[in-house]
């Protein structure tokens, strides 16, 4: 990770908290929804993941 852009160093970051923040939510007992939330919060955790990704081998992101 040294030498490496801020943004792919956040968007790391964030999927990484994304991806502990779903588990986490599974996992609360009192939480009815809890596929919902999981999947939900796992979608960010990937879409930071391939972003960083794309940040780092400079491809784009965006198609017309």
Do not use: R
């Amino acid at each position: 990770m040294k030498g490496e852009p801020v943004i792919v160093k956040q968007l790391l970051q964030k999927a990484k908290d994304s991806a502990l923040l779903a588990v986490e939510f599974y996992n609360k007992p009192a939480v009815s929804f809890k596929s919902v939330g999981f999947i939900t919060m796992m979608c960010i955790a990937w879409t930071s993941l391939f972003h960083a990704y794309f940040f780092k081998n400079k491809i784009k992101i965006y198609f017309k």
